[in-house]
C-alpha cells in the first residue's frame, strides 16, 4: 500500500513538473524574446523531458505495483485513449526539441530565430499544452470507472 501511495505520489509531481516545464517554454518562445530566454529554451526542454521520462517510469510502476490489478488498467480503453495522448505529446514535443537545438547552434554564430520562427514553435507548445491537460482529463474518467 505505501509504495503505491508513493508512486502515485511521485506520479503526480511529474505531471506538476512536466506543466511547469511547458508553460516556461511558452513564456520563454515569444517572438520579443531576448537570447538569454532563447538559450534556456534547451535547458527546460531537458527539464520537459525528464519529467516525461518521470510520468512514464511511474505510470508504468503504477500498472506494475500499484493497488489496482494491471487488468483494471489494460481492459479499459480509456487508458489506451490516455497512453495515444501521450504517445502524442511525445511525437509532437519533438519539433520543438529540434528547433531548440538547432536555434543552439545558430545563436553561437549570432543568428537568432526569426520571430515567425518562434510564434509557430509557440503554437505547438500551446498544442503540447492542450494535449496534455487531456491526459488528466482521462485520468480522472478511468478512475471513476468510465469505459469498464
Known sequence: MLADAVLAYL????????????????????????????QALPKTDLLYFAAAAGLLLTGLGRLAFGAMPADFYLGNPIFHAKMGLFLLLGVISAWPTMRFMRWRKRMNTGIQPSPAELHATRKLIVVELLVAALIPLLAVLMARGVGR
Do not use: G, N, V
Request: with cysteine; charged share 20%.
Open 11 to 38: 506520479h503526480y509531481a511529474a505531471m506538476a513538473l512536466l506543466f511547469a516545464a511547458l508553460f516556461r517554454e511558452f513564456q520563454l518562445c515569444r517572438p520579443s524574446s531576448e537570447r538569454a530566454a532563447i
